[in-house]
Antibody, heavy 116, light 108 residues
Framework: EVRLVESGGGLIQPGGSLKLSCEAS????????MTWVRQPPGMGLQWVST???????YYSDSVRGRFTISRDISKNTVYLHMNSLRAEDTALYYC??????????WGQGALVTVSS | DIQMTQSPSSLSVSVGDRVTITCQAS??????VNWYQQKLGAAPKLLIY???NLAAGVPSRFSGSQSGTEFTFTITSLQPGDIGTFYC??????????FGQGTKLEMK
């Protein structure tokens, strides 16, 4: 059974940094594309970042230069390092297994609130 | 960037209704659309991939189709557990994924 568990969310001041983790079981992060999608409160879904099985990283325009996606194969975990956080980054952040054209397994989400 | 325009934004429905949701792509694409259902307080769930393929365990009352740049999602006979918000999603180069704005189904 595939399971994705996000952690690391919380309340952070504007300009601060936060690191989200997505621990996977039932699949290997090294053998899969993994993607972060976020959902601002009461709003729709936004693609944030993807790391390929080969380790290449892709970012949306809104986070490029501020967020970094990475993975630790030994821990079977994907990370989202978020710097220079803004109020508009406030959202529930989901980790998902990426089959390269669709997202078939999702975690339960980690809430990030950027506020002073 | 290819934009996805989803309609309607909300729909008031009854059990047994036929429900149709559409997504319009801003330009022609060789890529297919996927459809997700998000129930209140839960993560999105993949229902349809590659335009018309049912994801594992998804009932056959759900279906998807394409005509040119218009993508259609249909529930043939709505069940109470189908209530939620539905999103279309198109795969692209960058941004990698574009989502529609969502269609919220509510019981009459």
């Amino acid at each position: 059974e595939v399971r994705l568990v996000e952690s690391g969310g919380g309340l952070i001041q504007p300009g601060g940094s936060l690191k989200l983790s997505c621990e996977a079981s039932g699949l290997t992060v090294s053998g899969n594309y993994m993607t972060w999608v976020r959902q601002p409160p009461g709003m729709g879904l936004q693609w944030v970042s993807t790391i390929t099985s080969g380790g290449d990283a892709y970012y949306s325009d809104s986070v490029r230069g501020r967020f970094t996606i990475s993975r630790d194969i030994s821990k079977n975990t994907v990370y989202l390092h978020m710097n220079s956080l803004r109020a508009e980054d406030t959202a529930l952040y989901y980790c998902a297994r990426d089959r390269q054209w669709e997202l078939d397994y999702w975690g339960q989400g980690a809430l990030v609130t950027v506020s002073s | 960037d290819i934009q996805m325009t989803q309609s309607p934004s909300s729909l008031s429905v009854s059990v047994g209704d036929r429900v149709t949701i559409t997504c319009q792509a801003s330009q022609d694409s060789n890529n297919y659309v996927n459809w997700y259902q998000q129930k209140l307080g839960a993560a999105p769930k993949l229902l349809i991939y590659d335009g018309s393929n049912l994801a594992a365990g998804v009932p056959s009352r759900f279906s998807g189709s394409q005509s040119g740049t218009e993508f259609t999602f249909t529930i043939t006979s709505l069940q109470p557990g189908d209530i939620g918000t539905f999103y279309c999603q198109l795969y692209g180069d960058l941004p990698r994924y574009g989502f529609g704005q969502g269609t919220k189904l509510e019981m009459k």
